[in-house]
């Protein structure tokens, strides 16, 4: 068998762009956008995946699945590699893959491109009467709050956070106070 | 070449100093899964304890390289005593006081060295040392969101009940000494920051100052008083907690060296 280079490198493209994030089955590679590059180098086709979040249990999977996948299309030989520059985004997650999420009931992240870094008071739960004089003084201390996002079920705005550590490293989970149903957030990141 | 290989001897204890940290608080916090005081907590430790081991992950890979002595990630964590550790000695502290563990001493500790990632990764990210840079650029998020977390519990425990109040003061005064290490000087940093790829952690003081003390103000708790109390942890002499800590840590790895699963 012998392929033309363009040939290899769009079928090694197809396979890898397909291959399912193993905690999100509904998402493919591409749809996270982790897919970051495809080219040969000395006659092997390097695909090239930036990982998600530093410690993302799933990115040695992933690895493992790409290699599978390009070895079904037969385009051997070849290399999976993990770069982390340019460390990847949750903003790059593609407008299939935010309607895949909210398919499969999870709330995709909100868009970080404008917001990254800002700062803004977290709300406490308080006693009645306590030090209202310093208050001022203590709000501006925390990283941002993510805003509540609306329900991926009833879209109702009216959510509330039950905890920022959720099912995987990149959920947090919430609950819609319309429909009372609880649900995953993909973080933004 | 022998500038070079001095540097890199630099760039290498300076990668065991921020990636043995993250690891053996990544070990501390995940003593507490399936421990934790509530469910959500639970899990949120175990998330918090992942980010800290994939960040060690990262930095240890990183030393390896720089070594240049055919250690990777796994030999750095597993195959080394305590001596040759360069973690602050705060993060390697036990979870409670004698027997007993203390949420309060988990809280106050994360929060602690929370408020200083929140400042040390940005300053790292826009280092000269790229492939350090893109690690820091990576974990400021997450820095941002133990601080959010842990700061919470912080207001939570010290503005709560009487009894929550009094041992989270108790758990501060007993961890603040401690963070006199973060701004003690260090010829590694030093070298380092003067070649462009790292920051004096000193420098930060003032930053960190201005996170914490606005949640202690919050949270109702009195911040300690200034000591001279100075821990070593960062240049290899540690408390005695290290040891049995790493006993645990490293058993199954040195019992069955070169294990896969």
Known sequence: MSLSA?????????????????????????????????????????????????????????????????????????AVRVSLVPAWSSDWITAAGRRKLLEAGIAPPACLASSAGATAPVRFIRRESERESERARAATWLPRAEPAPPCPRCQSPQTELLSEYGSTACKSLYRCLACAEPFDYFKPY | MSAAGSNDRAGFEHLLRLGDSALVHGQRLSEWCGHGPALEEDIALANIALDCVGQARLLLALAGTREGLNRDEDALAYLRDEAAFRNYTLLELPNGHGPRDDYAITVVRGFLHAALQVHLWPALAACADHELAAIAARSINEARAHLRHFGQWVVRLGDGTDTSHARTAVALERLFPYTNEFWSPDPVEAALADAGRGVVVASLKSAWDHTVNPVLSEAGLSRPPDSRFMSTGKLGRHSEHLGPMLAEMQALARAHPGARW
Request: contains cysteine.
């Open chain 1, 6 to 78: 363009s040939e290899r490198l769009a079928r090694a493209r197809d396979a890898a762009a397909q291959v399912c994030d193993p905690e999100i089955p509904s998402l493919s590679l591409e749809d996270l956008g982790i897919l970051r590059g495809v080219q040969i180098e000395a006659e092997r086709v390097v695909v090239t995946l930036a990982p998600t979040y530093t410690a993302c249990p799933a990115t040695e999977a992933i690895c493992d699945d790409v290699g599978a996948a390009l070895e079904a299309a037969g385009v051997a030989p070849f």
